[in-house]
């Protein structure tokens, strides 16, 4: 479970109460040391490094990370983050005019941006298709959103955990029913490694990018693309470099590398320590008992989004299941409210880190729930709100 114990494993600053572990995630001591320690021996000897080596010690983190997210090594790719990551997807599609990628108007603002302009090139056009709160289960969201499904739809574009609303949406179920469709499924899963089980090959999508970042804390920079070995071919790289062009490239023993990885791996010269430890990650939420700790961070979640309707008088966006949200949680606020105000009010007031906005014309406050946070960051938000609401 959380305890003050764990937060004091992690670098935040102790002033702060940090409600805010979505946007960025936070890095445990230990492995931030692990990460510092791959940069110094890239510094020690570059060559060594980047020459002889990196392509073994790439393969050995990704043999692990995948091994976590139940996939084999050789379908997963480390990229910086996950916007980088679809990008490349979406870039490799060619789209026609007329050709459609669905969505729904839960997805992340920079992924909007990045399909308008793909779309814009190719003439094709980006549906947003409405998901109208609140949702009630899994079966009418995946009903309402299949709704969209036209004979023009090229590609499916969607979160497995929503960044605006925080919602866990039935990713399976869309999977299932595109493949028997016939349509590209691609994935948007930044929020879900560490917050939920994650078996990548069971979910049965296309192409899945996420963050290691994020809840599996991991350092900053740590995130990969899962692509199924079908849709491989076709993936060109974003950045074209020495891995490209060399279809009879022999790798060495021990790199565990195919053309999808050579293709997307080698991207110039940069710093993959945040990738290097990310299997120090994994193993620090194995050795501190994680499961645990995401079930007392739901509970948390479950009370502080009971607490605040309570204040506000306003209903849930979703029911409380484990379905719907896990340790990340977004609540309804007041039409009344000035987001910025409020969430500028909450940092320079109570110290407290939780982005405030506007979306689809409701407020909402997006609250995380992390093994550093307690019952008394908890509390210290319900008490901010009655005071500033």
Not at 61 to 83: I, M, Q, W, Y
Request: proline content about 6%.
């Amino acid at each position: 479970m959380t305890t003050p114990f764990l937060k004091s494993l992690f670098l935040l600053d102790s002033n702060i109460i940090y409600l805010n572990h979505g946007s960025f995630g936070a890095c445990p001591k230990p492995v931030f040391d692990e990460y510092q320690r791959w940069q110094r021996e890239l510094e020690r000897q570059p060559v060594e490094f980047l020459d002889r080596r990196i392509a073994e010690r790439l393969a050995e983190a990704r043999s692990k990370l995948a091994a976590h997210v139940g996939v084999e090594a050789e379908d997963l790719v480390c990229f910086p983050n996950p916007t980088t990551a679809l990008n490349m997807v979406a870039r490799s599609l060619d789209l026609n005019p007329g050709d459609e990628i669905l969505a729904t108007d839960h997805e992340y603002g920079a992924m909007d941006r990045t399909w308008a302009l793909i779309c814009k090139k190719g003439g094709a056009r980006y549906i947003r298709r409405p998901i109208p709160l609140p949702v009630t289960t899994h079966a009418a969201v995946a009903d309402r959103f299949w709704g969209g499904v036209t004979p023009r739809t090229r590609a499916i574009f969607i979160s497995h955990i929503t960044s605006p609303t925080a919602l866990t949406f039935p990713i399976a179920e869309i999977c299932r029913r595109a493949r028997a469709a016939g349509i590209l499924t691609i994935i948007d899963g930044a929020h879900a490694p560490g917050q939920i089980p994650l078996n990548l090959r069971e979910l049965g999508c296309d192409v899945y990018a996420a963050a290691a970042h994020k809840w599996l804390c991991a350092p900053k920079g740590s995130a990969f693309l899962y692509a199924r070995r079908e849709v491989q071919s076709w993936l060109e790289p974003l950045v074209v470099s020495w891995g490209w062009g060399n279809e009879t490239f022999a790798p060495a023993p021990g790199t565990g590398e195919t053309q999808f990885i050579r293709f997307h791996q080698w991207q110039g010269t940069r710093d993959v320590a945040a990738f290097l430890a990310t299997p120090a990650a994994i193993e620090f939420q194995r050795e501190h008992h994680w499961d645990s700790v995401r079930r007392e961070c739901r509970r948390l979640a479950s009370e502080t989004r009971r607490r605040i309707n309570a204040l506000t008088g306003l209903e849930p966006i979703c029911p409380d299941s484990e379905e719907w949200f896990t340790q990340l949680v977004a609540v309804r606020l007041p039409d009344s409210v000035n987001a910025a105000s409020l969430k500028a009010r909450l940092y320079d007031e109570f110290r407290i880190e939780a982005p405030v906005f506007k979306w689809n014309e409701l407020n909402l406050i997006r609250v995380s729930f992390q093994g550093y946070n307690t019952g008394e960051d908890a509390d210290a938000l319900a008490n901010a709100l009655r005071v500033c609401l």
